[in-house]
């Protein structure tokens, strides 16, 4: 490390110092250059909200490296509630202050940070190209390798991007409703009679299903959703849903959500798609995710580009996507290194 990182002042990320959340704005900004040509830029709206607003049964820690008076690094962990992993959010050297060991300085702070909060493994999401795919940045996986990370046996999983302005799904109109179903729209925030299923809906795409929600009250069990709807609003986010409601119980089968940011208007990020098992069968992925495009594109017309991502063994998800003229662009893998110094 050189006499630059070893001057380094970590300061931590914090809502109310506006001076420090304003150097940390114009260096994540000034280092958009390395997200991917398809990716949205970065919206200053989300951006300040995602530092008071995480996702429910998280926490976060983040700094800004100073060099002098001038902001040069960040780094933000994401720390889960009851895993011993610290997930890398952010590690970024300002452009023009590279290949001076400013990097490997953000990388030890975060291991020491995630130290800190008693996790023994700090992970992060690389970005890879596929074969015949856009070219993509081997830097990082190569910074990886160098400070002892290697891929993980965790998820792994494939990014896919839909160009309205190249294809659009909706051109043979959007399937027939199945008999015994009604589609059901609404916005940002869950109409309370949905509130529970699309908790437990959600959460039975990953988390194990909390004994409180079988036993506590329906405070509890509505929770999820509401915490994840705080984080949206807080962060200037915007979301459309369509579910499927099974007339004969009004059971809610299933439900999709796309969602964008306040600054991006030709951005969106189609999200989860779940359907309970007892109703797969009727095809009501893809019919969701069409009725939802054309929620989204009645009230965000500009919208041209829509991301999502599955894990590899998402495989109906996937083709689904396929099918509807998504197209793979990268790859993500996940990489990990032991906390502990001595790992």
């Not at 000034?30 to 049964?57: H, I, K, N």
């Not at 949206?232 to 915007?238: H, Q």
Request: net charge negative; hydrophobic share 40%; proline share 8%.
């Amino acid at each position: 490390m050189n006499n630059a990182a070893a001057d380094l002042r970590f300061v931590p990320l914090d809502a109310g110092d506006t001076a420090t959340l304003d150097a940390w704005l114009r260096l994540t900004t000034d280092g958009a250059e390395d997200v991917p040509l398809s990716a949205a830029p970065p919206c200053v709206a989300d951006l300040t909200g995602s530092v008071r607003f995480v996702p429910p049964g998280t926490a976060l820690a983040g700094e800004v490296a100073f060099l002098g008076g001038q902001a040069v690094g960040a780094l933000r962990i994401v720390l889960p509630d009851g895993a011993p992993v610290a997930v890398v959010d952010q590690l970024l050297a300002a452009p023009k202050e590279r290949r001076q060991g400013i990097g490997t300085a953000l990388f030890r702070r975060a291991r020491a940070l995630a130290e800190q909060h008693g996790r023994t493994l700090l992970v992060a999401d690389l970005v890879q190209a596929l074969p015949g795919g856009p070219p993509r940045d081997e830097g990082p996986a190569v910074f990886a390798a160098v400070l002892g990370a290697t891929p993980s046996d965790g998820p792994e999983g494939v990014h896919q991007w839909l160009d309205l302005d190249r294809h659009d799904p909706l051109a043979d109109g959007i399937p027939e409703v199945p008999a015994g179903y009604r589609l059901q729209r609404w916005g940002t925030v869950t109409p309370d009679a949905f509130a529970i299923a699309v908790s437990e809906l959600g959460q039975s795409l990953g988390e194990s299903r909390p004994e409180t929600w079988d036993q506590g009250p329906e405070a509890i069990r509505t929770s999820h959703v509401r915490r994840y709807e705080r984080m949206r609003v807080g962060r200037g986010r915007r979301a459309y849903h369509v579910g499927a409601v099974h007339e004969e119980t009004g059971e809610l089968a299933g439900f999709t959500s796309v969602s964008k940011t306040t600054g991006n208007t030709e951005y969106a990020l189609q999200g989860m798609t779940v359907v309970a098992p007892a109703h797969r069968g009727h095809h009501l992925g893809l019919l969701l995710k069409l009725a939802n495009l054309a929620h989204v594109r009645e009230y965000e017309p500009r919208v041209r580009l829509i991301e999502t991502a599955n894990a590899d063994d998402n495989h109906p998800m996937i083709a689904l996507n396929a099918a509807m003229g998504f197209v793979p662009q990268e790859r993500w893998v996940s990489w990990e290194v032991p906390v502990d110094p001595a790992g």
